[in-house]
């Protein structure tokens, strides 16, 4: 669900494009496996809607899961089951550029280039950089604390001004839009300030109604599992932690299920109304999101087990994907190497 406490975010306008500011989006997403719902709610989705919009770039990030995923055959695995995944979710290669960000290794190079004008101190006030010394503190390496400068030379070495993501990448942005700043201003205008583009749903808390919906947290809805496991994922959900009997009148504006029936139907008003007079129990709210989850994702589960039983089409869109972008990161690249006197 969008998390009860803040309101949600309306996808912004489009904005008009003009001969200085070519509308491109980019958008990515790390190789941690198959996508979760908070995956597709919070980005994938816009994903899908952006690349009939604009020209649209989305890259599956494996140097940046270099900064925690440390064994090779897993990082290949998960690459694939991510790519898989975001082709079942509705990319389409005819009208999106996929790729693997490795496949592009100008990338780095931008990045390394980007640092030098980024001062630590931005880096070390990251929200991510201070978590990850939380969560991985024998593994603190230097990927992550320049984790959001690649993230800045992914967006800009496509020049691209548009970036679909969840609220929790929205610190990453704002720092891309500072490097770029810094950038300009000291080399003379070169790249757009890219900007944050947000779903209905920038924030979709995991199943223990708490935290985020993450990998690393164990609390996700895989929604291209089996539907067994999705109606596990569902019922163990924590709702509102206040109703202790099923006679209890129910709170839906804080209680996660009620939150994510709002994108599995349009009688949401209605079964909040049952929570909240105590017509229906959790229970009976929770069996049936879990069985519109399971209805709604069907179509994307059936593409995703026939993209995994090919993976030849998958790495060949991949690289067909890297391939078409090798002009414009190589056209990016000697613009910059000029400016910063490195021809
Ligand atoms: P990552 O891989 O953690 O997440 C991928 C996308 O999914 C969104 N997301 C969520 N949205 C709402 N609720 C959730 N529970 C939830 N979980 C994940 C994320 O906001 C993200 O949009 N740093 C990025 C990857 C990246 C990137 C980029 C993004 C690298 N370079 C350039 C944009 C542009 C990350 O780790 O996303």
């Known amino acids: 669900m969008t998390s009860p406490a803040q309101p949600s975010t309306a996808p912004a306008a489009k904005p008009a494009a003009t001969a200085s500011t070519p509308l491109k989006t980019f958008s990515g997403i790390q190789p941690s496996g198959v996508a979760h719902l908070g995956n597709d709610l919070g980005a994938i989705r816009n994903y899908v809607k952006l690349q009939d919009e604009y020209e649209a770039i989305y890259c599956i990030v494996d140097y940046h ?13 998960r690459t694939r089951d991510m790519a898989a995944s975001l082709l079942a979710l509705g990319l389409d290669p005819e009208r999106c550029t996929l790729f693997v960000q490795s496949h592009r290794p100008e990338h780095t190079e931008l990045g390394w280039l980007l640092t030098t004008v980024t001062p630590v101190s931005w880096l070390e006030r990251t929200p991510t950089y201070k978590e990850k010394r939380e969560s991985q503190p024998d593994d603190i390496n230097h990927g992550l604390l320049t984790y959001p400068v690649l993230q800045a030379a992914d967006i800009v070495i496509y020049k691209a001004t548009l970036v679909p993501v969840g609220r929790d990448q929205a610190a990453h942005l704002e720092l891309s839009r500072e490097i770029v700043r810094a950038f300009n201003n000291r080399y003379g205008e070169t790249f757009p300030e890219p900007r944050a583009v947000f779903t209905e749903a920038p924030t979709v808390l995991g199943t223990d109604g708490v935290r985020k919906m993450s990998k690393s947290i164990g609390n996700t809805i895989d929604v291209l599992g089996e539907p067994e496991t999705i109606r596990k994922q569902v019922m163990s959900m924590v709702t509102d932690t206040q109703r202790i009997l099923r006679t209890d009148p129910g709170r839906p504006e804080v209680c996660n299920v009620c939150q994510l029936h709002r994108f599995f139907g349009d009688d949401y008003l209605e079964i909040q109304d049952g929570e909240r007079t105590a017509r229906t129990g959790c229970v009976d709210t929770k069996r049936l999101l879990a069985e519109r989850i399971i209805r709604h994702y069907a179509p994307a589960r059936e593409r995703y087990l026939e993209l995994q039983a090919h ?15 090798r002009p414009v990161a190589a056209a990016t690249m000697a613009e910059v190497r000029e400016k910063m006197g490195l021809r």
């Open 311 to 325: 993976p030849e089409r998958v790495a060949g869109i991949l690289e067909e994907g890297a391939d078409r972008l």
């Open 65 to 77: 899961a270099l900064t925690s995923t440390h064994d090779p055959d897993v990082l290949r695995e």
